[in-house]
T-cell receptor, first 112, second 117 residues
Framework: DGGITQSPKYLFRKEGQNVTLSCEQNLNHDAMYWYRQDPGQGLRLIYYSQIVNDFQKGDIAEGYSVSREKKESFPLTVTSAQKNPTAFYLC???????????FGQGTRLTVV | AQKVTQAQTEISVVEKEDVTLDCVYETRDTTYYLFWYKQPPSGELVFLIRRNSFDEQNEISGRYSWNFQKSTSSFNFTITASQVVDSAVYFCALRHYGGTSYGKLTFGQGTILTVHP
């Protein structure tokens, strides 16, 4: 079955540690996105990538980093520089600019 | 600024009532794409509809209908005869087509809809 896989579903980390969230898609989509969701804040864009080896900062990129070395993978690293990393993270992909984005099931990150 | 505003944070209705979710957007692009998504309690976003900036035709899909008005930069979503299963968070989104934000997909804050039996 084609789709977007985010792993793990729940993630716990100690403050000060970097953590990498996985996002893999087998839909052959060119574009991929990372969003953060906090209660009452909607979805805020962290990074997005239109093609392999290229990505752009979204609205809240500080404290995050990404890579796009393969078409099917777009991992997100939450660094220790991110002040409030506890949130629900959603990954999405789309074939291009005119089509809808498909979302993964999300990763809930808790930093203690 | 390019952004999406969903002014209604929460809406509560009784089953069988009609409900309209508002979405207002701002963009400098002449070409752009608008979307609506539903997020049930499970958390995964479900795509509902896509509309491009050149297509102002309203659309109906079962109990769902969408009203796109370019003159007021609005893309409102109406659920007719609401049901308990419609309870979810609904998001409006805008994809940019031009300039340095090419491909950027921006979401509104979302509207929490609760349908009571």
């Amino acid at each position: 079955d084609g789709g977007i896989t985010q792993s793990p579903k729940y993630l716990f980390r100690k403050e000060g540690q970097n953590v990498t969230l996985s996002c893999e898609q087998n839909l052959n989509h060119d574009a991929m996105y990372w969003y953060r969701q906090d209660p009452g804040q909607g979805l805020r864009l962290i990074y997005y990538s239109q093609i392999v080896n290229d990505f752009q900062k979204g609205d809240i990129a500080e404290g995050y980093s990404v890579s796009r070395e393969k078409k099917e993978s777009f991992p997100l690293t939450v660094t220790s520089a991110q002040k409030n990393p506890t949130a629900f993270y959603l990954c999405a992909s789309s074939t291009g600019i005119v089509t809808e984005a498909f979302f993964g099931q999300g990763t809930r990150l808790t930093v203690v | 600024a390019q952004k999406v505003t969903q002014a209604q944070t929460e809406i509560s209705v009784v089953e069988k009532e009609d409900v309209t979710l508002d979405c207002v957007y701002e963009t400098r692009d002449t070409t752009y794409y608008l979307f609506w998504y539903k997020q049930p309690p499970s958390g995964e976003l479900v795509f509902l509809i896509r509309r491009n900036s050149f297509d102002e035709q309203n659309e109906i899909s079962g109990r769902y209908s969408w009203n796109f008005q370019k003159s007021t930069s609005s893309f409102n979503f109406t659920i007719t005869a609401s049901q308990v299963v419609d309870s979810a968070v609904y998001f409006c989104a805008l994809r940019h087509y031009g300039g340095t934000s090419y491909g950027k997909l921006t979401f509104g804050q979302g509207t929490i809809l609760t349908v009571h039996p």
